[in-house]
Each structure stands twice: as structure tokens, then as C-alpha cells.
């Protein structure tokens, strides 16, 4: 843990800046884990890590808060952060933003479908927790819950370009509570959460660390194209014969669905021994508020994973 500066309104026994180190405590679909380090209005945490994350194949690391969805519906109980990243721990690169909820106030304890925000932390629930869920792989994007990050999308950042941020060794992750109402997008558009709290951080899980050998690993990449189609894919350079198809997941909003539905539901635009790729047959439509995630792991257990929000 490198800082911690709160805001105000943190309650007392959510001061501690240690709950967000380790695994994530995960406490389910419907209810927020209380193993965590609040931020306060506009406060923020910053964690460091001894052996770098590197930008790898999908998502490189995953942010978990305690959101939690309310009764029966898909609308998340949802307190956002912006997320930044740091090679020197002094210049900080923010990750782009993009919201497409209400402009207007959705209340103290409102909630939204977790799909309405982009780039923030603290918009899906936690799902991961290794003592009571040993199954579940906390670097796994469609599995663990929480929100991934992929360093690839700073590539084009102004503090990368300048040499300033190295994003294939990111020593540091910021995370700074969004004050509803306060703050804008990346698109101008003023971002909307519960106006009661503020973000609680309750671990950051890395995917890929420098050193590290990927180069035989699975890669999964799910995106939209310019005209809105969905596209998957899944590739392997030992072979499609090296994944072990049990454990391709795929979630819709943080909840798992049917992986081989949602395949054969498009259709395959170029295949070859080494990779697949899907597409969908029909255009979606905009500011669809929601957050799609697929992975895929070799029979050595390596692992890759992706997520488009669909907005």
C-alpha cells in the first residue's frame, strides 16, 4: 500500500488502507463484502506492487469494490472510481471514461445497470472470494467479478507517448472516488452514482506481471467493430487443441451465461488452426448499457480474458 487519502463521510472501521491488499473477499451477486477500505468523497488510494503489471493479451488487471445488485432486477448498487496507472508513481495515466445512465440525481441509495459506466471501478459485483469459492480464478475476467482493465487502451495517452508511463511496467494503480455529480466523462457527460457513499476498495487482482511468459498462452479479445457488431476472438498459439473448452466462461453483467449459446448465435468470419473469429449478424444498437466478459484457458491452466461494455 503506497497512499491513502481519504474523503469525507468514511465511517469509522472502513479506514483501513490493508483490506484492499490480498484476494478479494467477494460476498456474491447481492451483497456487498464489508472486507474493504473506503475512499471517502473524491478520496483516493493508490497500491503499488512489487513485480510490475505489463500490458499482456486482454485484460491486465481487476479493480474489485463491493457493488452489489438490488432485489430481482439487473440495476447494480454502484459507487465508481476512476482507475489510473503509474510507472514512476508520480505521473499518472487516468483510464478514458464513458457513462450513458440519467443526467439527473438517481438518489442517495440509487441504482443502474452496471453496463451504464466504462472505465470506472466499482461498477459489477464481486464475485470471487478463494475460501468460499476455491473454483472461481480471481484474474478471471468473466468469472471473479469486479471491473478489468486493459493497458493496451492507454497506448494512445499523451503520457505514454511522451515515454512517461512504460505500460509494459506499471508499478502503481490509483483509484479515486467519482463524487456524484461532480465529475464528467471523457466525453463531457457528468457521471452518475448513489449520492450516499463513495467507493470501497476491496482488492486489486493482476493478470499479467513483467517477466512473465505469455507467448504460448491463450488470447481472447470480444470488441465492437465500427458498425456495432460483436466480435470474439479466441486463439491459441499451440493450437484451438490446447484450450480445454470446460473453461471458456463467458458473463453478461457479472452473471455467467451460455458461452457455446452466444457462439452459435454468430457466425464464424475467418478460422485456422491457431485462432477463431466470431461476429454477430446483427448490428446493436447504442448506448445499450451493458458490459459483456469472456475467458479462456489452455490445460496448463494459463488464462486470458476480455471485456467490451456494449454502450
Known amino acids: ?7 469525507s463521510g468514511v465511517a469509522p472501521g472502513f479506514r483501513d488502507p490493508s483490506k484492499a491488499l490480498g484476494a478479494p473477499v467477494g460476498a456474491g451477486r447481492t451483497s456487498g463484502s464489508l472486507d474493504v477500505v473506503s475512499l471517502g468523497l473524491s478520496g483516493s488510494l493508490t497500491l503499488g506492487f512489487d513485480r510490475p503489471l505489463t500490458d499482456g493479451p486482454g485484460a491486465d488487471f481487476i479493480v474489485f469494490e463491493n457493488a452489489f445488485y438490488v432485489g430481482l432486477g439487473a440495476a447494480c448498487y454502484a459507487e465508481v472510481a476512476f482507475v489510473e496507472v503509474s510507472s514512476n508513481g508520480v505521473d499518472f495515466a487516468r483510464f478514458e471514461t464513458s457513462y450513458v445512465g440519467p443526467q439527473q440525481s438517481i438518489g442517495a441509495y440509487g441504482a443502474l445497470p452496471c453496463g451504464s459506466w466504462r472505465g470506472l471501478a466499482g461498477t459489477t459485483p464481486t464475485l470471487a472470494n478463494p475460501t468460499l469459492h476455491p473454483e472461481i480464478d480471481v484474474r478471471d475476467p468473466a468469472r471473479a467479478g469486479g471491473d478489468p482493465f486493459d493497458l493496451a487502451s492507454l497506448r494512445d495517452h499523451p503520457l505514454v507517448k511522451l515515454g512517461r508511463i512504460n505500460l509494459a511496467y506499471i508499478t502503481h494503480v490509483r483509484i479515486v472516488d467519482v463524487e456524484d455529480g461532480k465529475e464528467r466523462d471523457s466525453f463531457g457527460r457528468l457521471i452518475r452514482d448513489p449520492s450516499a457513499g463513495s467507493c470501497d476498495i476491496d482488492a486489486v487482482s493482476g493478470i499479467h506481471f513483467l ?11 470480444v470488441s465492437l467493430d465500427a458498425a456495432r457488431r460483436l466480435r470474439i476472438e479466441i486463439g491459441d498459439p499451440q493450437g484451438l487443441g490446447d484450450l480445454d473448452l470446460r473453461r471458456l466462461h463467458t458473463s453478461l453483467q457479472g452473471d455467467p451465461v451460455d458461452t457455446w449459446g452466444l457462439l452459435t448465435a454468430c457466425r464464424v468470419v475467418r478460422a485456422d488452426p491457431k485462432s477463431i473469429v466470431f461476429e454477430s449478424a446483427a448490428q446493436l444498437p447504442k448506448d445499450l448499457a451493458l458490459v459483456l466478459s469472456l475467458s479462456a484457458q489452455d490445460h496448463a491452466g494459463h488464462l486470458s480474458g476480455s471485456t467490451v461494455h456494449l454502450h
Not at 500500500?1 to 474523503?7: A, D, K, L, N, R
Not at 517477466?211 to 479479445?221: E, H, I, K
Open 211 to 221: 517477466g512473465q511468459a505469455w507467448t504460448n498462452d491463450p488470447t481472447v479479445l
Open 1 to 7: 500500500m503506497i497512499g491513502y487519502s481519504p474523503g
